[in-house]
């Protein structure tokens, strides 16, 4: 999970939408932009979508010496932690979307398919 609290600058957060278009990501006043990964879409069972996102560079030089700063801290669970869905977030009768793995597994299963995409 990523917590911003953003500014007006250009440039800055953009997210991949469903059509295929980068649309950058606006927070009026006081709003905190919230980014979620793979691992809660799991947990959540697909309630709450993980955002494939990029930082886009201002769009003129000039615009570059925003005073912007970001500091980014990972946290991971234990390598063997399960990853499986919340009871809650399965509707009865029914199964997880998502299979239970293990947070370790999870993990290297995304770096080797971005290095097979790329």
Known sequence: MTILAMTDAAGGLEVHMPDGAWT???ARPQELVINLGDMMAR?????????VHRVANPPVISLA??????????MHPDYDAPIRCISTCVIDGTTPHFPEISAGMHIRNKIEQSHKAA
Not at 43 to 51: F, K, L
Not at 65 to 74: A, L, N, P
């Open 24 to 26: 950058p990501v606006v």
């Open 43 to 51: 947990w959540t069972n697909g309630r709450w979508a993980s955002t």
């Open 65 to 74: 010496e925003s005073r912007r700063q970001s500091i980014g801290y990972f």
